[in-house]
Every structure is written in C-alpha cells, then in structure tokens.
C-alpha cells in the first residue's frame, strides 16, 4: 500500500494561504472523509496532496519521500484524482473516456496492450458500466456520468483514489449508488480512499475515519463516533446538534440541529 501525509504543510493561492502548519496521516486501506464548512480547506488539501496546488512550506510525503520527487507518470501511479466537476467531452464513448486512466503507463505513441484492456474492462465492470461503454459520455446522467469518471480513475489502479465532494449535484439515490460503489471498491481492492463530503450523515455511515477542517486547521480526526459529537459540530459548523447512534451501525445520525444562538458571521 501507499502512505500519504502532509507535514507542517501550508498551501494556498496567490497571497492567501488557506492551509497553514497542518499535519495529517492518512489511515492506508479505509475510507476516510474530510468535513467542514464551505473555505475549511478541504479542497486545497485534496489538490495538494496531487500536487495539483503547490506547498508553499512543509512536505507531502507518498511512501516516504517528498511527492516533489515523483515524476507525473510514477505520482499517478499512486494517487489518482476525481475533481469536484469535470467537463463532458463531446462525442467520446465511455470506454474511450476510461481508457484514459490508463496514461500512466503508456509509452508515447504506444497503443492500449492487453493489461491495459484488461484494467479498462474491469473499471468498467466494478462500476456497472459494461453494457454503457459504447455510449457516447454526453448522452448519461448525471449519475453514470458520475460513474464513468470514478471508472477512469480506477482504471489508473492507484492504491489511493482522492474524492473531491464525489456526490454533489446528485439527487439522493444516485449519492448512495456512489458511496456504496466507493466501499465495494475499498473493501475488494483495499484501495484507500480520500473524500471530501457536505453530507455529515453519508461521511459518519460510509467512513472509517474522518477529519474535521475549520479555517484552515485541522480541528479534530479520527473514528465518526469520535468526531460526530454535539461538541465538535459546535465547534466546527457553529451548530447545535441532535445526535444519536444507529444500534444496527454504531455509528452517529445526526436528527435535527440549529445555528447556535452566538454564531457569528463573517460581513463584507
């Protein structure tokens, strides 16, 4: 497996830094989940752990050395990276478009060899996509589209798959279908998955761990019945929350909450 952390990492852009002086270790084969308010941070640490977005000061470490040091074939051989929207190519079919997980491992000029047709077809299977890889991409919904991109990504075969807010835009059933997808795969793969979530009840129920961000800090981490409390949701939405264990799961539901009566907003 790969490990991946970030040590006294600060990131950000132009000449705000959203993330400064952070430390975190990811768990290897789990799923974990990134919550926060909206400008938490969540999507700068997903973008600098793929170095998408830069370090300004600290390190990213993938098994044990500095993601600096990686060339963009070998980091995507690692890590590979499902953005929060992505545009839809027109007139490509969705084998055509999983095929392009498959460029860390090409040579320039070279065709797709038989491992290569063989990791696309089984992205495609994983994701219920089989009998869909003739359609043209533009021609889904919203939720194979969804799929068709999360079957590119595994279709690199990285041993960790980042996530950034996978189910936004989605109606209820299409966000189950994606986060139940991304557990099979966690659980028959033991591919570790990095994610950001709105959705506090879908990150308590299909997480191992969780991380919670507020103004660029890392505030608390670990299990969702550590992290899921009246205390902490105080502490990072400014809400107070109702908050009880499902017996069946032992995990937290949140039931109802409100703002808390002193919150203050920022104006401007």
Avoid: C
């Avoid at 040579?107 to 890889?133: P, Q």
């Avoid at 590119?152 to 189910?167: K, N, R, Y």
């Avoid at 189950?176 to 709105?198: A, D, G, P, R, Y």
Wanted: net charge negative.
């Amino acid at each position: 497996m790969t490990t991946l952390e970030a040590v006294d990492m600060t990131a950000g852009y132009l000449n705000k830094q959203v993330i400064e002086k952070l430390s975190v270790k990811i768990p290897e084969g789990k799923v974990t989940s990134l919550i926060g308010p909206n400008g938490s941070g969540k999507s700068t640490l997903l973008k600098s752990f793929t170095r998408i977005l830069p370090v300004s000061e600290g390190k990213i470490i993938v098994n044990g050395s500095e993601i600096a040091t990686y060339s963009p074939k070998m980091l995507a051989r690692k890590i590979s990276l499902l953005a929060q929207s992505s545009e839809l190519p027109l007139g490509m079919t969705v084998s055509e478009v999983v095929s392009y997980g498959r460029y860390p491992y090409q040579k320039f000029f070279s065709g797709l060899n038989e491992a290569d047709l063989h990791a696309i077809e089984w992205a495609l299977e994983v994701t219920h996509l089989t009998n869909l890889k003739e359609r043209e991409l533009s021609s889904l919904s919203g939720g194979q589209a969804q799929r068709v991109w999360i079957a590119m990504a595994l279709a690199q075969e990285a041993d960790i798959l980042i996530l950034d807010e996978p189910t936004t835009f989605l109606d209820p059933a299409h966000q189950l279908e994606i986060l139940q997808l991304l557990i099979e795969i966690n659980q028959v793969k033991q591919t570790t998955i990095l994610m950001s979530l709105h959705d506090i009840n879908h990150a308590s129920r299909f997480s191992d761990y969780l991380i919670g961000m507020k103004n660029g800090q890392l505030l608390v981490h670990g299990k969702p019945n550590e992290v899921i409390t009246k205390e902490w949701m105080r502490e990072i939405f400014e809400i107070d929350a109702q908050i009880i264990q499902l017996p069946e799961t032992k995990k937290p539901v949140f039931l109802t909450y409100d703002l808390i009566k002193d919150r203050k907003e920022e104006r401007g």
